[in-house]
């Protein structure tokens, strides 16, 4: 006997759809000109089903890094105790970066002038990376550093992390890899950081 099948689409599909139709529309009208209603329109879906995967419209910019920070947390959870918090740090952002390349770049990184600069976006660019600082600090306080210290290499890092991206996404079709623009951006970071 065969079970019966799942109702409706794939959730992973219902989210590529929503993320694909706003990517469409903010090109077509600009992200300040395109509505929710319309994302959901394009995408065959609900309003609420967009709710379900997203809290704003520019949280679809960020699928593929919130898919990919999982990866990060989980190496600062598997860091050997004997690595120093620094370098642990450095080895667990190298590995989340192996997770984009030359054919996968984050649509917010090359795409943000045709967009164009807009609050939202901006505001759910923070919300991600104060929430990042504060794993990276939650990490480094576990390594022993008092939390001002802690706070202030999270938010270093952070810093870097997006100078690498900005460079990596400027660099073009001929960008290569991302792992040698962290790993520049952040040595002065782990250096100083774990003196």
């Known amino acids: 006997m065969t079970s019966p099948s799942p109702r409706g689409r794939p959730q992973a599909a219902s989210r590529e759809m929503l993320q694909d139709a706003a990517f469409e529309l903010f090109l077509e009208n600009g992200f300040a000109g395109t509505t929710v209603e319309q994302i959901t329109t394009r ?3 609900s309003r609420n089903t967009f709710f379900n995967y997203f809290t704003a ?4 910019f960020w699928v593929e890094l919130d898919d990919s920070l999982d990866t990060l947390t989980e190496a600062l959870r598997d860091a ?10 450095l080895d ?6 192996r997770e ?3 054919a996968r770049v984050p649509f917010a990184l090359t795409q943000y002038e045709l ?5 939202e976006l901006q505001a759910s660019a923070l919300t991600r990376f104060t929430r990042q600082a504060g794993v990276f600090r939650a990490f480094l306080v576990s390594r022993g550093f008092d939390r001002l210290r802690a706070d202030t290499a ?8 997006v100078a690498a991206g900005t460079a990596w996404a400027d660099a073009g079709t001929g960008r290569g890899e991302v792992e040698p623009y962290l790993r520049e951006a952040l040595a002065p970071v782990v250096a100083g950081f774990g003196a």
Do not use: N, T, W
Not at 115 to 119: E, K, P, Q, T
């Open 57 to 60: 419209k520019g949280d679809v």
């Open 43 to 45: 995408a065959g879906v």
């Open 154 to 161: 999270a938010y270093a890092a952070i810093g870097a992390i």
């Open 115 to 119: 967009i164009g600069s807009v609050h």
């Open 92 to 97: 667990a952002i190298i590995r989340f970066g």
């Open 80 to 89: 050997p105790p004997e690595v120093p918090a620094m370098q642990a740090l």
């Open 100 to 102: 984009f390349g030359p």
